[in-house]
């Protein structure tokens, strides 16, 4: 059996989180307008309704080109990577909507890391399709030296996180009509629970096995001829 190198793990998690508050702009932003039930794309969200979905994330996504510069304190590095394996799903409970954020949404998805007095770990997806557009982030923060500013975790620490209302950010924004029409979903976890750390084998390992597989088939041919 021929052995592949593994360097990148693809780390899945799955997640709940509960709708905390729901608030309402049209046109501008400075008019926020707190609701207790909302409609997006023809399905009601009301406060309370679950949160459903999964997520994973390439431990090897390369550092974003610019990077922003350090303030009071806190480093801020920032991963972005069309070719790594980070994903989200998600879907809201009694509802038909249903997310999917990959490498060929509207923007590729970006993982923030902060360091500093707080650490943070925060997974940011957006979509853009037919004039909507569709943004959420994930985070993950806590006290303490719990992230580094020079590489992503293998896993996320969850003993060491706290979690507030604003773990779960949803922003669906309209421009089909006249006017514009934004709606800020806020949640907070209920639970994150680790599902799979999958070895991703590097470039050359593939090479190797098809090496490998290559003499294999080299030898059989031999035998056949000499039988």
Request: charged share 20%.
């Amino acid at each position: 059996m021929i052995a592949l190198p593994a360097k990148a793990d693809i780390v899945t998690y799955n997640f709940t989180a509960k709708i905390e508050t729901l608030t309402e702009y049209t046109n501008s932003l400075s008019n926020p307008m707190p609701v207790s039930n909302a409609v997006v794309r023809g399905e009601n969200l009301s406060l309370g309704n679950a949160v459903k979905g999964s997520f994973t994330y390439d431990t090897t996504t390369r550092r974003a080109s610019s990077q922003p510069e350090p303030k009071n304190g806190q480093v801020s590095t920032i991963y972005s990577d069309s070719f790594a394996a980070n994903t989200l799903n998600f879907t809201f409970d009694k509802t038909k909507l249903n997310f999917h954020f990959n490498n060929d949404s509207f923007l590729v998805p970006e993982i923030h890391v902060e360091n500093g007095s707080y650490d943070s770990l925060s997974y940011i997806y957006s979509t853009l399709q037919d004039s909507i557009h569709n943004f959420v982030k994930l985070s993950f923060s806590g006290s303490g030296d719990i992230f580094s500013d020079t590489a992503l975790p293998a896993t996320i620490p969850l003993d060491k996180i706290n979690y507030d209302p604003y773990d779960f950010y949803y922003v669906f924004s309209d421009y089909s009509g006249t006017s514009r029409r934004i709606l800020k979903v806020r949640g907070q976890f209920s639970s994150v629970e680790l599902v799979s750390i999958t070895p991703v084998p590097e470039p050359r390992g593939y090479l190797m096995l098809l090496a490998g597989l290559a003499g294999v088939g080299l030898i059989a041919r031999r035998r056949q001829v000499r039988r």
